[in-house]
């Protein structure tokens, strides 16, 4: 018999810590900016590949960073994305990078039924697989879209062969969120060592607040994300996961006609400044993929 609140059992089974790690985890979410969900009223799927593609010249420019500050971190990858640029996900590969699994075409988990989510994450699985001639352990899905009302997706996961995910947020949220979830790794299933491992958030007030990049990393202050991932690392002893997308170092993209004010500052607010911001973080702070900051069992050499 199922746990009556599985949030109850997940606070139960949190990943043992290592205080001697001080990795924490670098991710990107491999999509262009066409594929943004916000931006799906405006642009149809049909018209992608009309779209001019920026996100394989993005991808080069983090590549070359990462390399120029010996980081290295997770991709989680669109099979879209892959299937027309299988250069790009060797070329993470060749790199030392963790390739991981982002769905086949950014179609939310919470939208898709068992059947179409299970589909979509084992056919994304393995064609990365075969493109990127690794294994692919991990996955992540559109916009944080694993919630309170499709926690099988977490099972279905597991049943495809992945070892982790990082797919929820426990922040409130218009489009995603388990507030009341751990803020750190766990174990969703009692029999099991797959993982669940939220973005970064800090406790201040009573209340969970994003910490793990994103569109906040661009609208806040660099001194309070700093700040934050220091708390999250020197006190309450847990490597960070930070997220970020190939199209927030691009101020040169196309703009997105009809969409509204609130869509427009979350997309293109301080675009110019990203990439600065990132040098810093990759200054400051030790980064590398999902697998390596939490010791994934199976994973080595990442």
Known sequence: MGEADPIIGWRQRPVALRPDNKRNAMTVDVE????????????????????????EANVDRILELFARKETTATFFTLGWVAKRYPQLVRRIVDNGHELASHGLAHF???????????DDVRRAKELLEDIGGKAVHGYRATSFSITRGNLWALNVLEEAGYRYSSSTHPIPHDLYGIP???????????????????????????????????????????AVFKRNLKTVQNQEHQPCTFYFHPWEIDPGQPRVAGTST????????????????LERLLDDFKWSSIAAAHNIDGVSGI
């Open 180 to 222: 009341e979830q751990p803020r750190f790794a766990f174990y969703p299933f009692a029999d099991s060592k797959f993982m669940e491992i939220p973005v970064t958030t800090v406790r201040m007030f009573g209340r969970n607040w994003p910490a793990g990049g994103g569109g906040y990393f661009r609208m806040l202050p660099y």
């Open 108 to 118: 939310r988990a919470d939208r898709q039924s068992r059947t179409e989510f299970s």
């Open 32 to 55: 262009d900016y066409f594929q943004v969900e916000a931006f799906f009223p405006h642009i149809n799927r049909a018209d992608w590949d009309s779209r001019e593609c920026r996100v």
């Open 262 to 277: 609130k869509t427009r500052i979350r997309h293109y607010l301080n675009l110019g400044r990203t990439y600065g911001r």
